[in-house]
């Protein structure tokens, strides 16, 4: 680490929840965006005792800022159709709900669709000035490698099968930017597509998928490691027939993403999922659309049409099929504590920590630990959300 220049840094005073658990009554000094201690405000090194005190409410709690691996959109805008201010209003909505790393979410599309948009990524993540909001961190294309019998909200024109070739060409046009790709793992070539994506060290998630429980369990043999969107768009679980979903709970080497609304998954489900996929396999995401923030009305997700009413987003054409979703990641984290029952530690793993280690960057965030990034959130007793700092800087916008 850089030597620490003691005069100019910030003290973060509060309830602060670590890895071991909370500290009641906590610190955090960040320095030129980094956490240079964390721990017993009583045994904070003097060398900080003259920093600055960034939290105005010293009782609240400090937990480590939200990381969301698969989310379309909000604030009107849809990755699809991103430019940098797009950008900017999609990164900027989700930091102010508590998100402070991204992945950019595809839709199944043509491959023109899906070069524009990481081109569009790619130059934003190397903008002059860097990203003032929520990181984008990467991309997810979800598809358009998935299963034509299970399209859930992707347009099933676009619907291919997995293509070396074009994983081949995006990662040496942009090299590490895509970070996780779902696909249908029964189609041809989704093993040999498996393999390569792991060899370079990106998330192969099933999903949308028609496989069958000895499929999913082969396809984890090859590398697959994470399922999107639980129990939606794959096979069910049956007692004689567990498919899909029955395979995820039963492996441990599949991380379980989960999108915890109450509408996507029943809360008994997601009880289930969160005992059976606990410590470090269990991840909390949005799957937010476009309309996310919004009113409702008529919107799209991608190229199809969405209606939202009451919140839930359901295609135009299909009302029986959810269209993603406008769920929050700090919502989904109360839902995880006060709804299911989680402690503060598990919601905040499924939340930050295990997305991160999805990433391969749980070495720099997902933690309140020495030496990350200050990425910091503050919460009231009801988990309101009252302060944001992204590498150690305060967003100034209205916190939701």
Known sequence: ????????????????????????????????????YAGEAAWLPIAYAGWRTATQEPEGLLIPGFVDVHVHGGAGHDFMYSDEAALDTITQFHASHGTT??????????????????????????????????RLVGVHLEGPFISVRWPGAQNPEHIVPANLTWLEEWEARYPGMIRQVTLAPEREVALEAIQWLRQHGITAALGHTDASFEQVIAAADAGLNQAVHMFNAMTPLHHRKPGAAGAVLFDPRIRAEVIADGIHVHPAAISIITRLKNNNNLLLITDAMSATGLRDGEYAIGDLPVIVKDGIATLKEHPEALAGSTLTMIRGFRYLVQEIGLSLLEASLAASYNPALSLGMQRSIGSLETGKRGDILQLDNDLNLRGVWIGGRKLEDEIQ
């Open 101 to 134: 790393s991204m992945l950019a979410t595809t839709m199944t599309a043509a491959k023109a669709e899906i070069d524009q948009v990481l081109s569009e990524v790619n130059a934003y993540r190397a903008r002059e000035g860097g990203m003032p909001y929520a």
């Open 1 to 36: 680490m850089a030597e620490i220049n003691h005069t100019a840094g910030e003290l973060f005073y509060g309830k602060v929840l670590t890895p071991a658990g909370v500290i009641e009554k906590g610190v955090l000094a960040v320095s030129e965006g980094l956490i240079q």
